[in-house]
């Protein structure tokens, strides 16, 4: 199969210019689906700490790039919806927040809140002795004995430990992104929510200190106020 992706036809989520060049690299399998974004696009294209895939390889052989507090080997290793990126070298670390129409921004933080990650509830079933599994919006799997956690709600995880360290429950008054959507980067807090009868998905009025919007519940996720923009 091909290594290259036409640049007109990538998804909306990536960062790149359309029209300078036709192709670009194509993301390898992994988290996030279609949406994830090859980390080479962020070293080069964005962050443009590389020049080249040569480049980006040899940082990569180096250890250079964590994601997730893990080091990354493979250039085209998708990176999405609130990966954390960290280069200790520079001692710079990202977070992968969306941003205006869709398109994945990187927000500068600490290296505090670079230990840890937010995912959104996309799974839960009960498993052989009586704990929970719980899969996130990126495919990551937890299991724990800890029942009150729901489809919708977010979860904060430690990178190193994959233990829980915070919880914000999807419902009214919670501080949420839009995601995907007429309305992706921006943020409010949900006013209301309006379950929709049969298999029609739930819609969701989010207010803003000037109006807010409505948009379906699978494209908002549930913010700490400190993933709003932390600065290094």
């Known amino acids: 199969m091909s290594n290259h992706q036409k640049r007109l036809s990538a998804p909306n989520s990536w960062p790149i210019e359309r029209k300078e060049e036709t192709f670009t690299v194509k993301a ?3 988290p996030h689906g279609e949406s994830g974004v090859p980390l080479l696009i962020v070293l080069r294209d964005v962050l443009g700490y590389v020049d080249s895939r040569k480049e980006a390889r040899y940082a990569l052989d180096h250890g250079s ?11 085209a290793r998708p990176v999405g919806m609130f990966d ?5 070298e520079r001692e710079e670390y990202y977070r992968v927040f969306p941003g205006e129409g869709g398109r994945l921004s990187l927000t500068p933080i600490d290296e ?3 230990s840890s990650r937010l995912g959104k ?3 839960k079933t009960q498993v052989a002795g009586g704990d929970f599994q719980y899969t996130l919006h990126d495919g990551t799997t937890l299991v724990t004995d800890e029942a009150s956690y729901a489809g919708g709600d977010s979860l904060v995880v430690d990178n190193e ?3 829980v360290v915070a919880h914000f429950p999807y419902e009214e008054g919670a501080l949420v992104t839009a995601v995907a959507g007429s309305h992706a980067g921006e943020i409010g807090t949900v006013e209301e929510i309006t379950v929709t009868a049969g298999s029609g998905a739930n819609a969701v009025t989010v207010e803003q200190d000037e109006g807010g919007f409505e948009t379906v519940e699978d494209y908002v996720v549930v913010i700490d106020e400190n993933f709003t923009g932390d600065d290094e």
Do not use: P, R
């Open 112 to 114: 505090e809140s670079a």
């Open 28 to 30: 390898g399998a992994g």
């Open 121 to 123: 509830v996309a799974g």
């Open 65 to 75: 790039v964590l994601v997730n507090g893990k080091a990354v080997s493979d250039e």
């Open 161 to 163: 430990t994959k233990e």
């Open 84 to 88: 954390i990126l960290a280069f200790n």
